[in-house]
């Protein structure tokens, strides 16, 4: 039977979103979702690139060892050895390599001729196979390349080692026919190529990302590389849940097996657009808040006749069941390991016990407390980064004929540190305010602030996400709190401890 494999790059081309920026922990807890969710590959970045991504790339391989990891590297010795550094803890991880092959990057960023990229290309092949035969190669913008030159190097690669030959629409210029076809002559034109994984990457600038995928499979591609909720340079890459859930639902059309267990799907798409600060936008396809919802009287009626009238994809099937168990003040510690347990999470000892006190706390606050709350408190937990500076208390006080002022004290190490006041032109904006002249950072620029109620009812947690500025760089801080001027302090001082941890790299 024939196999797609899905090669997921949400932690190297997602990664490329502008504004993101994730520290290796994050990458981590993104990669062993992802290997929950049982994907093939997971390219967990550049080691090149920084310092940071070569950490990542690193503490992934050493601790994700039931997916391959592969990391990305030019066609040069210095890329491929520090890329292979990264990898080589991890079992059968890959290599991935990649050089232009169309006349525009070849004549203007490479300065090279058609013989010049083909010699280089089979010399970085051979190069890598010292390391591993676990060998792609990439034909950067292949889509707007000569045929017969993508033949000619194709073929030579494959003689040198490669063993995935990849095909990226690195621009989004393709359409679905003519992609399909691109495909059918390569397998056509290259006498080896039977001996490799042929695959695709496409980006999204023409929208046409996970239907030219689509139409590259149908014409014998066996891997799609992709990213969580479609995001990755500019317009983004083939959205992971579009195409997993397109071969499943229409198994009948494809024929073909994907590996994946998608009830993992939804819990992969919020971390990844909490850790990302991308929220997704209401009408996305599979993943969107209103992907499963019905609003029309005549859907409705009929969906509760029938479910398959309306719907092509059981909520469940992504990990959209509401857990139905409601805990409460009553609830103890074994009943809400339980439920820890039941939510897929395995939390170290003194975790659990850390977000144990915060839900009792809570559970004074709101009466009933339900699976999205108990994974924000989780998340909470397991997301924080180092606390350079902690939240001692914050005291607002705020209305329309006051002037809004907040007071802070914050930790750092075993010191006290205070501000006696500070106004601002709302209560967050004092909050902040405040917070800077403590810590005395201050050029702190605040480029996003976003809000969101988790669950229904005004006891619900606000969920803050913040995005800042530092020093030209984007740090995210995130926080969920029944209060919602501690949840925006708290969001703003992880942002700010991100660019602390991210300075002392
Ligand atoms: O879009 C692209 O061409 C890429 C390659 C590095 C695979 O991301
Ligand atoms: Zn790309």
Not at 149 to 174: C, Q, S
Request: charged share 25%.
């Amino acid at each position: 039977m024939d196999i797609i494999k899905i090669f997921d790059t949400t932690l190297r081309d997602g990664e490329q979103s502008p504004g993101v920026s994730l520290i290796p922990e994050e990458k981590l807890a993104i990669a062993q979702q992802l290997a929950r969710m049982k994907v093939d590959v997971i390219e967990a970045g550049f080691p090149i690139a920084s310092n940071g991504d070569f950490q990542s790339v690193k503490l992934i391989a050493d601790n994700v060892r039931t997916v391959e990891i592969a990391g990305l590297a030019r066609c040069n010795v210095k890329d491929i050895d520090r890329a292979w550094e990264a990898l080589k803890g991890g079992e059968n991880p890959r290599l991935h390599i990649f050089l232009a092959t169309s006349p525009i990057h070849m004549k203007y960023k490479l300065k090279m001729t058609e013989e010049e990229v083909l010699e280089r290309a089979v010399e970085s092949v051979k190069y890598c196979s010292r390391y591993t035969s676990n060998i792609e190669f990439s034909a950067e913008d292949a889509s707007r390349s000569e045929r017969e030159f993508l033949y000619r190097l194709f073929e030579a690669v494959i003689k040198a080692g490669a063993r995935v030959i990849n095909i990226p629409d690195t621009v989004g210029y393709a359409v679905p026919l003519e992609f399909g076809l691109l495909i059918k002559d390569i397998r056509e034109n290259v006498p080896n190529i039977d001996q490799v994984t042929l695959s695709v990457h496409c980006h999204n600038d023409l929208g046409l990302a996970v239907a030219n995928s689509l139409a590259a499979i149908e014409n014998g591609a066996r891997q799609v590389e992709v990213a969580v909720n479609g995001i990755g340079e500019r317009a983004g890459n083939t959205a992971l849940e579009e195409v997993v859930m397109a071969l499943r639902t229409r198994k009948d059309y494809y024929n073909l097996n994907i590996s994946q267990d998608t009830t993992q799907i939804m819990r992969l798409s919020k971390m990844v657009s909490k850790l990302t600060g991308m929220p997704v936008q209401h009408n996305k396809a599979i993943v969107g808040k209103n992907a499963f919802l019905h609003e029309s009287g005549i859907h409705q009626d009929g969906v509760i006749k029938e479910r398959s009238t309306y719907e092509i994809m059981d909520a469940k099937s992504i990990g959209l069941e509401e857990n139905t168990l409601v805990l409460g003040k009553h609830s103890g510690r074994h009943a809400f390991r339980e439920y820890v347990k039941e939510l897929g999470y395995e939390l170290e000892e003194d975790t659990f016990e850390e977000v144990f006190n915060r839900f009792k706390e809570l559970a004074d606050k709101k009466k009933k407390l339900s699976s999205v709350d108990i994974e924000a408190l989780i998340n909470n937990e397991i997301y924080s980064v180092e606390a350079y500076y902690e939240l001692e208390y914050v005291c607002v006080s705020t209305g329309n004929t006051v002037l809004p002022t907040a007071t802070i004290k914050l930790k750092k190490e075993d010191q006290i540190m205070q501000v006696a006041a500070c106004s601002g032109d709302g209560p967050i904006d004092a909050t902040f305010k405040a917070i800077n002249s403590v810590i005395g950072i201050d050029n702190i620029k605040l480029l996003s602030f976003k809000i969101d109620a988790i669950t229904g009812g005004t006891d619900a947690l606000g969920d803050v996400v913040i995005k800042l500025d530092i020093d030209g760089k984007t740090f995210i801080g995130h926080s969920a709190q029944p209060d919602i001027t501690y949840a925006s302090a708290l969001a703003y001082l992880e942002a700010i401890n991100r660019y602390i941890s991210v300075s002392q790299q």
